[in-house]
């Protein structure tokens, strides 16, 4: 280091950072870019990952190193309780809600919700000389060649879609036109038709048979299916697919990016049969979770075979809580609570439907720390940028807030969650404001809850999430002028387009909807 190299903590991760004419560089080895690689585990709870959890009956000691070499953060929260909106928020840096996608998630036939001139981490990085790589579940729609709409008349964003496509011609909208140099993925779900694996725009099969999952847990939806797709393969693919885009693109001139958004523990639960039983906890997920962890592992051999571990950022995190497909009952009466300590589940506003493990790794250059700094999946994007030290336009990642920050007026202090319905909810501080009745989501109470119940629900709720973590006593009626301070901050930040600072921006689609007419009508 020179003399003008000095050591700054930073939200909770010491970087050495270097001064030149007031700007701030991350000393690295090689380039002085880092190689990025973004691990999102899928449906994965905080309680899953064996470091998070001191109860917990499943060891995932390759995702735990990571956590005890780098920063290990345990209050960090997906933009959204479901899959689809998340991952638009990892790559673009704005809540998920600002597009036309107000609740639920699009489908394997659904359009591309990151509209053309909307700026990605990884267009970010690319115009900044990173080769840059998508490698596993888009799920963020992309255009097929449609030759005839469903023949119910179902529009494409509904799961039910079955339109017609013609698998020999190009995607259009994909992740190549969205930053990525090389892309190798399918474009729904693992359990979402149509099971095609497509790369670089072109769909490596055409698909001619129906393919559906025969049991609960390994489930998928009914539909065509290439020949050369196996569900069972899908996470073994990727990973073989990262490795060798490792292996190719270790020690070039060039650093990478790889965005590697795994379809694993999800639905279809599939381990291998190397897997299957290792959890000894008699349920498929967990088995799945060690599968994960697996991957993991494998990710960071291949890094120190290669001798470039300590010039790659590695992020690790699961794009919302546990799906109740795995089976919550069961495990909890082995001892292993999926949620840890935490209310619901996936798709919820409670804790458990957000709340992820959420670890940065980068080794000799991140000082390994356990922190409490509230963190989104939006803010991805203004991190990589500071690393970088790239200035972003106003009109971009308008929800990101940096972890390499200097003042407090940089850090985040609020944050927006948002459930598979729509509903919102506001954090700031040790409180946090549901706008919603009950769950929001798919644990009880919920809209299927009795009416007679349900109608008697409060309409709003207030937790101290420091005291109360497992949201259980409602202080609403005792902290009225708090939900009306949240109420406040909660409209204006989405009426304003962003939450940073800068100008105002419009938000996708209608200026009004549903849930966000709920919110205003609320009365104490």
Same mark, same amino acid.
């Given at each position: 280091?020179?003399?003008?190299?000095?050591?700054?903590?930073?939200?909770?991760?010491?970087?050495?950072?270097?001064?030149?004419?007031?700007?701030?560089?991350?000393?690295?080895?090689?380039?002085?870019?880092?190689?990025?690689?973004?691990?999102?585990?899928?449906?994965?709870?905080?309680?899953?990952?064996?470091?998070?959890?001191?109860?917990?009956?499943?060891?995932?000691?390759?995702?735990?190193?990571?956590?005890?070499?780098?920063?290990?953060?345990?209050?960090?929260?997906?933009?959204? @309780?479901?899959?689809?909106?998340?991952?638009?928020?990892?790559?673009?840096?704005?809540?998920?809600?600002?597009?036309?996608?107000?609740?639920?998630?699009?489908?394997?036939?659904?359009?591309?919700?990151?509209?053309?001139?909307?700026?990605?981490?990884?267009?970010?990085?690319?115009?900044?000389?990173?080769?840059? @790589?998508?490698?596993?579940?888009?799920?963020?729609?992309?255009?097929?060649?449609?030759?005839?709409?469903?023949?119910?008349?179902?529009?494409?964003?509904? $799961?039910?879609?079955?339109?017609?496509?013609?698998?020999?011609?190009?995607?259009?909208?994909?992740?190549?036109?969205?930053?990525?140099?090389?892309?190798?993925?399918?474009?729904?779900?693992?359990?979402?038709?149509?099971?095609?694996?497509?790369?670089?725009? /072109?769909?490596?099969?055409?698909?001619?048979?129906?393919?559906?999952?025969?049991?609960?847990?390994?489930?998928?939806?009914?539909?065509?299916?290439?020949?050369?797709?196996?569900?069972?393969?899908?996470?073994?693919? /990727?990973?073989?697919?990262?490795?060798?885009?490792?292996?190719?693109?270790?020690?070039?001139?060039?650093?990478?990016?790889?965005?590697?958004?795994?379809?694993?523990? &999800?639905?279809?639960?599939?381990?291998?049969?190397?897997?299957?039983?290792?959890?000894?906890?008699?349920?498929?997920?967990?088995?799945?979770?060690?599968?994960?962890?697996?991957?993991?592992? *494998?990710?960071?051999?291949?890094?120190?075979?290669?001798?470039?571990?300590?010039?790659?950022?590695?992020?690790?995190?699961?794009?919302?809580?546990?799906?109740?497909?795995?089976?919550?009952?069961?495990?909890?009466?082995?001892?292993?609570?999926?949620?840890?300590?935490?209310?619901?589940?996936?798709?919820?506003?409670?804790?458990?439907?957000?709340?992820?493990?959420?670890?940065?790794?980068?080794?000799?250059? /991140?000082?390994?720390?356990?922190?409490?700094?509230?963190?989104?999946?939006?803010?991805?994007?203004?991190?990589? @940028?500071?690393?970088?030290?790239?200035?972003?336009?106003?009109?971009?990642?308008?929800?990101?807030?940096?972890?390499?920050?200097?003042?407090?007026?940089?850090?985040?202090?609020?944050?927006?969650?948002?459930?598979?319905?729509?509903?919102?909810?506001?954090?700031?501080?040790?409180?946090?404001?549901?706008?919603?009745?009950?769950?929001?989501?798919?644990?009880?109470?919920?809209? &299927?809850?009795?009416?007679?119940?349900?109608?008697? $629900?409060?309409?709003?709720?207030?937790?101290?999430?420091?005291?109360?973590?497992?949201?259980?006593?409602? $202080?609403?009626?005792?902290?009225?002028?708090?939900?009306?301070?949240?109420?406040?901050?909660?409209?204006?930040?989405?009426?304003?387009?962003?939450?940073?600072?800068?100008?105002?921006?419009?938000?996708?689609?209608?200026?009004?909807?549903?849930?966000? *007419?709920?919110?205003?009508?609320?009365?104490?």
């Amino acid at each position: 280091m020179t003399k003008n190299t000095f050591i700054l903590l930073i939200t909770g991760f010491t970087v050495f950072m270097s001064c030149k004419e007031n700007e701030k560089t991350v000393e690295t080895s090689v380039s002085g870019k880092p190689n990025i690689i973004y691990i999102l585990a899928d449906d994965l709870g905080y309680g899953d990952v064996s470091i998070y959890n001191q109860n917990s009956k499943i060891q995932t000691p390759n995702i735990d190193n990571l956590a005890i070499n780098g920063v290990m953060y345990t209050d960090a929260h997906t933009s959204s @309780a479901v899959c689809t909106p998340t991952r638009y928020s990892i790559l673009t840096g704005r809540y998920n809600w600002r597009t036309r996608l107000k609740e639920g998630v699009v489908s394997g036939y659904s359009k591309s919700l990151i509209k053309q001139n909307r700026t990605t981490v990884a267009d970010l990085v690319k115009e900044n000389g990173y080769n840059t @790589a998508f490698i596993g579940k888009w799920h963020l729609g992309w255009d097929w060649e449609i030759t005839q709409s469903d023949s119910l008349g179902l529009d494409i964003d509904n $799961l039910k879609a079955r339109p017609q496509v013609d698998f020999s011609k190009p995607i259009k909208n994909g992740p190549n036109a969205h930053g990525f140099d090389y892309s190798y993925g399918f474009c729904g779900s693992l359990d979402m038709p149509p099971y095609v694996w497509v790369e670089n725009n /072109i769909p490596t099969s055409i698909p001619t048979k129906l393919t559906k999952g025969k049991t609960k847990q390994g489930t998928w939806r009914k539909g065509l299916t290439a020949d050369n797709f196996e569900h069972a393969q899908a996470l073994p693919e /990727i990973t073989k697919r990262t490795v060798s885009y490792i292996n190719e693109n270790a020690n070039q001139d060039k650093p990478f990016f790889v965005y590697m958004p795994l379809p694993a523990p &999800h639905t279809p639960i599939l381990p291998t049969k190397e897997f299957q039983g290792k959890s000894n906890l008699d349920n498929p997920y967990a088995d799945f979770v060690i599968m994960v962890d697996w991957v993991v592992g *494998e990710v960071t051999k291949t890094l120190d075979a290669n001798g470039i571990t300590e010039n790659t950022l590695i992020v690790f995190t699961s794009d919302n809580g546990c799906s109740p497909t795995a089976n919550f009952k069961q495990l909890k009466s082995k001892g292993h609570n999926p949620s840890y300590e935490y209310r619901g589940y996936k798709s919820d506003i409670f804790e458990g439907g957000h709340r992820v493990p959420y670890i940065m790794t980068w080794k000799n250059n /991140i000082k390994p720390t356990k922190t409490n700094q509230l963190v989104c999946t939006t803010d991805f994007f203004a991190t990589v @940028a500071d690393v970088l030290n790239i200035d972003i336009d106003d009109n971009v990642a308008e929800d990101s807030f940096s972890h390499l920050i200097e003042t407090d007026a940089l850090k985040r202090e609020s944050i927006i969650h948002h459930s598979v319905h729509g509903e919102f909810a506001y954090r700031e501080g040790d409180y946090k404001v549901n706008f919603c009745v009950g769950s929001g989501g798919w644990s009880f109470p919920n809209i &299927h809850t009795k009416k007679a119940i349900y109608d008697t $629900l409060p309409k709003v709720q207030l937790y101290n999430i420091k005291n109360d973590v497992a949201e259980t006593n409602n $202080l609403q009626a005792v902290h009225p002028e708090i939900v009306t301070a949240f109420k406040a901050d909660l409209l204006k930040i989405i009426n304003e387009g962003r939450s940073t600072k800068g100008t105002i921006q419009a938000n996708d689609g209608a200026s009004a909807w549903a849930q966000l *007419e709920k919110i205003k009508d609320i009365k104490l």
